[in-house]
């Protein structure tokens, strides 16, 4: 079974822009959730996805917004794009056991 | 709200000393309790869990007991090796079905390094 992709790995973007990233669950999975980890901290949950509906959301603004498809895959959209964004993103997706699978992430450094 | 507090690291020992990085949280109810590890260059994986008080969560020779009482899940292993040089995070997930599946709170981590 393929696990838990996210694309892309690493990117650079200005204040005030906006950035799309994607995540593939792993095979059979219909939960997805992302999180942000900031350099040398914890992760810090953003938002779940279950069957194409947000069903909780972290201490994070609007302008944080997700998406679940039909397949399960994810993205994490996020609008005027702060320094504080810069971090490194992780999804991580979950089936009926609960336990989460993560992926490796999408670093975003914001200039 | 829920939280996680993990020992300051970051922790240095040499190869085949015993290893404890303490983990203390807050959270109402019985949430289930994780240790997870970060190597360099991946993503988180679950190394231990624990669902209910007095569990104890083993793998790969590192262990941790769920402990209710003092509201902690210290992480434990006898003798660690070079290899066991990661982060490590403590975190909970409280008990709220289905829905909390990925709503995890974790601690800041805690850098182990471990020479030969």
């Known amino acids: 079974e393929t696990g838990v992709t996210q694309s892309p790995t690493h990117l650079i973007k200005t204040r005030g822009q906006q950035v799309t990233l994607r995540c593939s669950s792993q095979?059979?999975?219909?939960?997805v959730s992302w999180y942000q980890q900031a350099l040398g901290q914890g992760p810090q949950f953003i938002f779940q996805?279950?069957?194409?509906?947000?069903?909780g959301r972290g201490n994070f603004p609007p302008r944080f917004s997700g998406l679940q498809f039909p397949n399960y895959s994810s993205e994490l959209n996020v609008n005027a794009l702060e320094l504080d964004d810069s971090a490194l993103y992780l999804c991580?997706?979950?089936?009926?056991?609960?336990?989460?699978?993560f992926g490796e992430g999408s670093r975003l450094t914001v200039l | 709200g829920n939280s996680v507090t993990q020992m300051e690291g970051p922790v240095t020992l040499s190869e085949e000393a015993f290893l404890t990085i303490n983990c203390t949280y807050t959270?109402?109810?019985?949430?289930?309790l994780f240790w997870y590890v970060q190597y360099p260059g991946e993503g988180l994986q679950l190394l231990l869990k624990?669902?209910?008080?007095?569990d104890k969560g083993s793998n790969k020779g590192f262990e941790a007991t769920y402990r209710k009482e003092t509201t902690s899940f210290h992480l434990e292993k006898g003798s660690v090796q070079v290899s066991d040089s990661a982060v490590y995070f403590c975190?909970?997930?409280?008990?709220?079905?289905?829905?909390?599946?990925?709503?995890?709170?974790f601690g800041q981590g805690t850098i182990l390094t471990v020479h030969p």
């Open positions: 991580a997706s979950s089936g009926m056991t609960g336990e989460l699978f």
């Open positions: 095979s059979g999975h219909n939960t």
């Open positions: 996805y279950y069957r194409e509906e947000e069903n």
């Open positions: 959270a109402t109810g019985y949430p289930s």
């Open positions: 624990a669902t209910k008080a007095d």
């Open positions: 975190a909970l997930r409280p008990n709220a079905g289905g829905t909390s599946y990925g709503k995890l709170t």
